[in-house]
């Protein structure tokens, strides 16, 4: 339970508000919402215990991308990775999206590694 076509976003909301580790960035212009992220600090083993942030679910609205909205999210997700003393700051990124992989790799992040996933 729980997989695709369960939708179940009041209990994401609800888990989201009760774990300090979750944050949902909601960018907006005026009274609309134009951009989105999920972050989440990972305490991690590798590294040395290095806490790492995990950007996902980027979407910035169509019709904005390319007028800094992204750079601006990222900036400010960057700053929060900081500011909770996490050593890197990491993100997937579909394959079939080779202009998002230029825009991540415009702000400085590198294509280190290969990602795997398991649908359920």
């Not at 888990?15 to 990972?42: K, M, N, R, S, Y």
């Not at 007028?67 to 601006?72: E, L």
């Not at 929060?80 to 080779?98: H, N, S, Y």
């Not at 825009?103 to 649908?119: C, D, I, P």
């Amino acid at each position: 339970m729980g997989g695709r076509g369960s939708f179940c976003y009041p209990r994401a909301f609800a888990a989201f508000a009760a774990d300090p580790a979750q944050l949902l960035l909601a960018v907006t212009h005026g009274p609309d919402v134009v951009g989105t992220a999920q972050l989440t600090e990972i305490p991690g083993l590798s590294r040395g215990g290095t806490t790492r942030l995990q950007v996902e679910a980027v979407r910035v609205r169509a019709d904005l991308r390319g007028q800094g909205v992204g750079a601006a999210l990222f900036g400010w997700a960057v700053d929060e990775a900081r500011r909770r003393g996490c050593a890197l700051v990491q993100l997937t990124t579909d394959t079939r999206r080779p202009e998002a992989h230029r825009f991540y790799e415009r702000l400085g992040f590198t294509a280190s590694h290969v990602g795997f996933e398991l649908q359920l």
